[in-house]
């Protein structure tokens, strides 16, 4: 179901009352609370970004300078 007051979001940008109230049945509502207490995710709501581990594998075969030719003469 879509709620009404999504359509006031224009490329993720709240255009709707500058204070953020919306009216649900009547009644005004904060927008920010209203949405958080039926679980709805907002367009603008910050997100915490997820934090990626890098793991940076060392292999025997990779240490050296890549050099191996002989330049030993006989």
């Known amino acids: 179901m ?3 007051f999504l359509r006031l ?3 993720g940008v709240w255009t709707g009352s500058p204070d953020r ?3 649900v049945n009547g009644v005004e509502h904060d927008l920010d609370e209203y949405a958080k207490t039926h ?3 907002l ?3 910050k ?3 997820k934090q990626i581990n890098k793991v940076e ?3 025997a075969d990779m240490d050296g300078t890549g050099d191996t030719s002989d330049t030993e003469e006989s």
């Open 21 to 23: 109230t919306i009216h």
């Open 47 to 49: 997100k915490p970004k």
């Open 57 to 59: 594998e060392q292999h």
């Open 43 to 45: 367009p603008d709501s």
């Open 2 to 4: 879509e709620h009404k």
């Open 9 to 11: 979001f224009v490329d």
């Open 39 to 41: 679980g709805i995710e």
